[in-house]
Each structure stands twice: as C-alpha cells, then as structure tokens.
C-alpha cells in the first residue's frame, strides 16, 4: 500500500500542478511554485533521490493533474500466460507501460505487447483497472491507474524488446520471479480467475 508520506507529497504536488496550470496571478503562481517545492523535499528527503532530481521531474509534469495510465496485454495461450522478463530487474511482468497520447487503451496496449514481447495482439475487453497505490506495487512518484485488457494473438513471435530480455508463457503453479513495480502475484493470479469466468465483468479499485 502507499505510504503516507508518498502519498501527502503526491496530493500537494497533484495541487501545485493543477494551481499553476489555471492560476493568472504571479503571486498565485509563486506559491503554488513553493508549494511543488515542498512536495519535492519530502519526497527527496523519504526516498533518498536527490533534490534536484524531483524538482526537476515535478517541473515537467504540466496540466491538470490527472493519473498517468498503465496498460498491461493479457494474453493465454491455452491455460498458459504470457510474461516478459524486464532488464532492469531480471524479474518478469504482465506486458505493458504507459499509454501515450493520441493512441486509444487498445492500440496502447498492442503496441506494449509488441514491443515487449513481438507478439502482435488485438484487445477483447477490459479484464481490470486497479490504483497503483491501492495494490502492493512499489512506489511511484505519481498517481497512476492500471489497466488490464484480454488479448488474443494475430501474428508476430517472440522476440526481445529494448526493455526486456526474455519472453514465455507460463503456467498458474510455475510462474517465475515477478516484478513488483509492474504487476503483483494477486494481480497475476486474478488474471486467470478473470480468463476463466468473463461473466464476472472487470475488477477495479
């Protein structure tokens, strides 16, 4: 779960953004500045990054603040799941990233399973959309919502991404070292509860 510290500095600065985003008044946009300068030092101070670090991701974050979007392709083949191994962590994930504009959830979530994995996929229906923060998933700096689709393959095979190193399928009882920042063993095991019995509609929360 989120600590609180993360998640006070992650509403402030959620505020200051938003606050610079509409404010007119330079005196206004002075303090919300301020504002997003004293969610940076906590989080510096908690987290260990360095100052200027947050200061400057913060700083690019623009706009009415909103939860960024995580897509993650589910995607059996039989009774087997599809993982791709990060090269980060060595730990393996449900294939997925952050949606980019100008793309719907389901050309986001294709082009993460391809570029992950090489398979090419097409989106059937919403599986789950969790809160990153509600989930045991490692800490992000930001709000964000995650996003499980089911997946069936067109084409392609599997091959290597820039950010992975290692493609399978995997069964329920055999499934490898998970990445936590990604996806959670609740996370996974729910997805073939979800495969199983589409009666039950998508999970959220």
């Known amino acids: 779960m989120l600590p609180k510290w993360l998640g006070w500095a992650q509403r402030i600065q959620a505020i200051a953004q938003t606050g610079l985003h509409y404010a007119r008044d330079e005196f206004d946009r ?9 969610a940076a030092e906590m989080m510096a101070a908690q987290s260990g990054a360095a100052p200027e670090e947050v200061r400057d991701l913060f700083a690019r974050e623009v706009g009415h603040a909103t ?3 995580d897509v993650r392709g ?14 980060s962590s060595g730990r393996w994930a449900i294939p997925g990233g952050f949606a980019d ?5 389901g050309e986001a979530v294709a082009r993460e399973v391809r570029e992950e994995s090489g398979y090419e996929v ?16 490692r800490p992000l700096p930001f709000a964000c919502y995650k996003a499980y689709f089911a997946c069936v393959i067109t084409g392609g095979g599997p091959a290597i991404g820039a950010e992975t190193d290692g493609v399978g399928f995997f069964r329920r009882d ?3 070292d998970l990445c936590p920042g990604r996806v959670t063993p609740e996370q996974v095991q729910r997805m073939w509860d979800l495969h199983h019995h589409p009666e039950r509609g998508a999970d959220f929360d």
């Open 67 to 69: 939860p960024k979007v």
């Open 30 to 38: 002075e303090r919300y500045r301020s504002l997003r300068a004293v």
């Open 101 to 105: 504009a100008g793309e719907s959830a």
């Open 74 to 87: 589910v995607v059996f083949r039989g009774d087997a799941l599809l993982l791709t191994r990060e090269r």
């Open 122 to 137: 097409r989106a059937t229906r919403l599986l789950a959309l969790y809160d990153h923060a509600k989930h045991r998933h």
């Open 174 to 176: 055999a499934l490898p």
